[in-house]
């Protein structure tokens, strides 16, 4: 039987805290910035930290993902998780579809299509992690 309330988790937490889409911490012109489809480093490093403490409560904490009490704490789809948000943030590494150009490299930019399409290769790449290859980082 497969869990998929890490990969669930892992793809909600993935739109809801995509910087830009909702909202920015910092922003470019203050503090905080609501949908301005805008990214900074500064951005999503913060937003890889809200990132990281959400997903180790849903998955280590409230345990979202164990069907069984398990006495180790499986880290792996935190560490999964938290890497493919960094990676997959339109606009850090790349942006896809791009605002000129199919794929655009670190334009620090993104809008809702490319959220939507970083989402699908989120969903694809931790379902494949998770799920078919079964990931696990096993701390006690």
Known sequence: MSDWGPVFIAVVLFV??????????PGRHGCVEFGSFHTSGAAIMVHSLLYFALICVFLLAIKVHFYLVVVMADWGPVV??????????????????????????????????????????????????LIAIGVHIYTG
């Open 80 to 129: 999964i998780a938290v890497v493919l948000f960094v990676l997959l943030s339109p606009g850090l590494l790349f942006q896809l579809p791009g605002k000129s150009r199919v794929v655009e490299f670190g334009n620090m930019q993104t809008s809702g299509l490319s959220i939507l399409v970083h989402t699908i290769i989120f969903f694809g790449l931790i379902t494949i992690f």
């Open 16 to 25: 809801l805290l995509s910087p830009g889409l909702l909202f920015q911490v």
